[in-house]
């Protein structure tokens, strides 16, 4: 791995490690190595440099709620704020375990948007009206409880289209430069 400007430079053997880690992470050093055609002590090294530089955050399982048995609403919370308090507002929400991702958005004005999980529209509304109303700088709040998932993913690398153009190109290079 490569440092340009303090951080960390993937090429294409990192792109393609991250790649199969997000496919399945619990594939073996192994596996990944014969995939990649790479040795596995390569791509322990390589997996433990990007955990030690941050690009791997952690490794996780996506659990399907509802096949797992639990019964809750999700729903989006759109909080426009005072946008000297903003910053803090995001960040009380942040502590919540109800909440699953904050963002801040600048539009008109500055919202912060936050999805959030309850177990009924009641223990929402109380988590609402008790936990994120009451918070300075919350100027009005619009809730939409989401109905019907379409899509839930991850971000891939395989689906950024540079990261991919990039990867072809260079893998085409290295072919074009074999013996």
């Known amino acids: 791995m490569k440092f340009k400007n303090n951080t960390p430079a993937l090429d294409t053997i990192d792109l393609k490690i991250l790649e199969a880690l997000q496919e ?27 955990e030690h530089y941050g690009v791997i955050k952690k490794y996780t399982a996506l659990i399907d709620a509802e096949k797992a048995g639990t019964k809750n609403i999700t729903a989006l919370m759109t909080i426009y704020t005072d946008p000297k308090e903003s910053e803090k507002v995001a960040e009380k929400l942040c502590e919540a375990p109800q909440v ?36 300075s700088g919350v100027l009005r709040i619009r809730t939409s409880i989401i109905t019907k998932k379409f899509k839930e993913t991850q971000f891939l690398i395989a689906n950024d289209p540079k990261k991919l153009t990039f ?13």
């Open 167 to 179: 990867i072809k190109e260079t893998h085409n290079r290295m072919e074009e430069n074999k013996p």
């Open 100 to 135: 699953l991702e904050v963002y801040t958005s600048l539009s008109e004005e500055l919202q912060i948007i936050a999805k959030v999980v309850a177990e009924n529209q009641e223990s929402l509304h109380e988590f609402i009206a008790n936990s994120v109303a009451p918070l």
């Open 24 to 50: 399945d992470a619990t594939q073996t050093y192994a596996s990944i190595g014969k995939r990649l055609g790479v040795a596995h002590s390569t791509i322990y090294d390589r997996i433990k440099r990007m």
